[in-house]
């Protein structure tokens, strides 16, 4: 997960209707994952992005020539302005109108599309943000705009495995979404290792788990999923990582 240490990695996507995702429950400030899994030729593609955005944060303010070091700022919120970047067909939501986030509290965001042949290679995004915050007491300061620019897309022919400095690990888009007995969970590994896969509700309660020994770096496991019918979490835990996508269970 990458850690918010300062204001200026702190990320959101938006939209302006409707919601695009369910938020975990995670306390611990930050993003997960902070790599987008690989999309592929003419694949549907479909990642969500779970954060949290820390209540305050500590920065050093320039005045002129003074400088005050470690001020402690109280966040009220952050908005999103723009994002520039994903291959034309691409579209990105959040888990709230205009994707407005207060601080304290968690979010998500989806990127979904299916990308063509002409779109192989990698797209660097640009996400545009605004931070509002205050000094914990009464007075607010300008706001404070950023660019988060570590995400990237890359894009793949469907029929190629990318070598494995190239891997890009994570979970790729389960299906049929939603489901009823059983489920298809796409994934990429940075090595052939052990992964746990896990399905929690949504209030990260475990209710089954699957530890799979997988031959390649790039496969796909049948997830056997007899719950009742609702929104539920899938994980996938690698040996540094962990991954997570929204699933919907239709019922047996």
């Known amino acids: 997960m990458r850690c918010f240490c300062s204001l200026l990695f702190v990320l959101t996507f938006a939209t302006a209707f409707g919601q695009a995702c369910i938020p ?16 592929f030729v003419n694949i549907p593609y479909e990642e969500t992005i779970y954060f949290r955005l820390p209540a305050d944060t500590v920065v050093d303010l320039v005045f002129g020539n003074y400088v005050i ?110 489901a009823h007995t059983y489920i298809h969970i796409p994934f990429t590994l940075k090595s052939a290792a052990p992964a746990l896969f896990r399905i929690t509700d949504l209030a990260g309660r475990v209710l089954m788990e699957q530890k799979q020994q997988p031959s390649a770096q790039v496969g796909e496991i049948l997830l056997h999923c007899p719950l009742p019918a609702g929104t539920y979490l ?9 991954y997570r996508k929204t699933i919907v269970i239709a019922g047996p």
């Open 69 to 178: 070091y470690d001020v402690l700022l109280c966040i009220d919120s952050l908005t999103i302005d723009s994002v520039k970047g994903l291959p034309a067909g691409f579209t990105y939501g959040c888990h709230v109108p205009w994707c407005s986030v207060k601080g304290g509290q968690n979010g998500c965001a989806k990127i979904s599309g299916t990308a063509t042949q002409n779109q192989i290679g990698i797209h660097p995004l640009q996400v545009f943000v605004t931070i509002y915050v205050n000094d914990c007491y009464t007075f607010s300061l300008p706001p404070t705009p950023d660019t988060i620019t570590f995400f990237f897309l890359q894009v793949l022919p469907q029929s190629t495995t990318p070598p494995v400095h190239d891997v890009i690990e994570g979970l790729g888009t389960p299906y049929p979404n939603p």
């Open 24 to 39: 975990n429950n995670d306390t611990v400030s930050g993003i997960e994952p902070d790599t987008l899994a690989p999309a």
């Open 234 to 242: 899938l994980e996938m835990i690698s040996a540094s990582q962990r």
